[in-house]
């Protein structure tokens, strides 16, 4: 997991195809006020021209100028985030170039080949891709995976010293803007040697990075490989949550069994992949249980949760609004297709940021469940967390292990407009409604008391 920053923890939340400007002032409005403490851009590299999402997921040179803000912007968003006390995890697309097989011209003017970039940032020629040119077509073939192009997309040779140094110094470029951390994009196709050694080249050798690996089983490469160079992406759990939301979420009493370590495994309920594509997870249509699902993840101590905080759609390659250059729009709230979703700001989602602030990295304790689709648990004597997902509205006496008084609920909104007392034997009835949540913690008394995050 990356640094807790002080006084907030290490919540991140992924605002997917925001502009640089939109970032900036939702950090300062509210990211910071909510208790984020990371929030992940869109990759800030040039790309190729086109109307889908997609286009930043292919490179045509480490000039951070973009659809989604120019270089000036993208500086003075992580000033505005780091002053805000939120910082910033950049998405870096490092395995490829572009995938067009006729070459263009791109966001920022560079006029590239497929296998031909001049630069100077990001300057490669044939002669720094791999030599096999075609698709990936057999993922249980570790070498095609690594060295064959992903759906078309010219494919580095990250074995080259020249190639790493280039990369590092993009990254480089990117921690002298402020960032600090990376996610990296389609880490599973580069080995993970190469990309020990580019992190060494680093100004920051520590600093902190999570690798995008689709664990799959049965295949070669796998998450756990990448654990040298910073955490890996644990897919398995947005499956398990997917799954146990759909089904019984009294199962999810062994969440993080048999998955990545927990201090080294990145959660999400979705991913902007995930949410478009079927991988057996949720998204943000599932409606209350996707609501549910962001709270049991921001409960509950397993891993490294990011927030997913995208657009609507219908299209999955339809990018979000542009101008009629092609720079994606400032983002808009709402609910009709192309307006953001603004999930980060939901109240049941950013009251439980402040929730995770308040129990740090206490234990689970008290679970409870009812077999079917009621859970129960707690965070020692900072928190406990009640979910509903079934179709009826519960009422129950449980035990926790808080101290007797008064608590918000945190779920029902801001302003403590719903309190729930705990007795001094730690018990507590509570009446949840069908798809319904509640959260109590130390940090949110009612009558303003509070206790300082540990
Ligand atoms: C687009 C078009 C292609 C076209 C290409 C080049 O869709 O038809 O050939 O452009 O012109 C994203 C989009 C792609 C898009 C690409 C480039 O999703 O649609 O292609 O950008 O613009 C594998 C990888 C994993 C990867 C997923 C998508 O292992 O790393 O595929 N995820 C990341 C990002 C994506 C991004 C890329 C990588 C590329 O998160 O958003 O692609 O930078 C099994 C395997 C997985 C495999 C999965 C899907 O589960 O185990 O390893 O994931 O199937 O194939
Ligand atoms: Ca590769």
Redesign the pocket.
């Known amino acids: 997991a990356p640094p807790a920053v002080p006084g907030r923890g290490r919540t991140a939340v992924v605002l997917f195809q925001w502009t640089w400007n939109s970032i900036a002032r939702e950090c300062t409005s509210t990211l910071g006020p909510a208790g984020y403490a990371y929030v992940q851009t869109s990759p800030p590299q040039e790309h190729?021209r086109g109307p889908?999402w997609?286009?930043?997921?292919?490179p045509v040179s480490y000039r951070i100028e973009s659809k989604l803000g120019t270089r000036a912007e993208y500086r003075a968003m992580v000033q505005a985030c780091n002053a805000a006390g939120v910082r910033v995890i950049a998405d870096a697309?490092v395995?490829?170039m572009?995938?067009?097989s006729a070459g263009g011209t791109g966001w920022a003017g560079t006029r590239f080949q497929h296998y031909a970039y001049p630069g100077p940032e990001g300057g490669y020629g044939p002669q720094d891709f791999n030599a096999c040119r075609r698709d990936i077509a057999n993922?249980g073939d570790r070498w095609e995976?690594q060295s064959c192009n992903?759906?078309?997309?010219a494919d580095l040779d990250t074995g080259s010293s020249y190639v790493r140094d280039e990369i590092a110094a993009y990254l480089n470029d990117l921690i002298g803007l402020g960032v600090s951390g990376f996610r990296i994009?389609?880490?599973?196709?580069m080995p993970a040697a190469d990309l020990a050694a580019i992190k060494g080249r680093l100004a920051n050798p520590n600093i902190f990075w999570v690798h995008?690996?689709?664990g799959?089983p049965g295949?070669p490469v796998q998450p756990s490989e990448y654990l040298s160079s910073g955490d890996s992406h644990e897919f398995g759990y947005a499956r398990t949550l997917a799954s146990s939301f759909d089904g019984r979420i009294s199962s999810l009493r062994t969440l993080g069994s048999g998955l990545l370590p927990s201090d080294r495994a990145g959660v999400f309920v979705d991913?902007?992949?995930t949410e478009?594509?079927t991988?057996g997870t949720m998204n943000h249509t599932w409606g209350a249980k996707y609501r549910l699902a962001n709270v049991l993840m921001l409960a509950h101590p397993y891993g490294w949760p990011s927030v997913h905080s995208g657009y609507r759609f219908t299209d999955r390659?339809a990018g979000a609004p542009q101008e009629g250059d092609g720079g994606v729009r400032d983002a808009v709230c709402g609910t009709t297709t192309g307006t953001f979703t603004c999930a980060h700001r939901w109240p049941e989602i950013k009251n439980m940021v402040g929730f995770r602030t308040s129990v740090g990295d206490v234990p689970l304790t008290d679970w409870w469940d009812d077999g079917g689709n009621q859970i129960a648990f707690g965070r020692g004597d900072r928190g406990f967390v009640v979910i509903n997902n079934g179709a009826s509205s519960m009422t129950r006496t449980l035990q926790t292990s808080l101290a007797a008084g008064s608590y918000c609920d945190v779920v029902a909104g801001d302003g403590c407009t719903r309190t729930v007392t705990v007795d001094g034997s730690g018990r507590t009835t509570v009446t949840v409604p069908a798809y319904g949540a509640l959260a109590l913690h130390v940090g949110a008394r009612a009558g303003g008391g509070t206790t300082p995050p540990p």
């Not at 997609?54 to 292919?58: E, P």
């Not at 994009?185 to 196709?189: I, Q, R």
């Open positions: 190729v889908q997609w286009t930043s997921y292919q697309v395995n490829h572009s995938g067009q993922y995976v992903l759906v078309n997309l994009d389609a880490a599973k196709h995008e690996v689709i799959s295949e991913n902007h992949d478009r594509d991988h390659d």
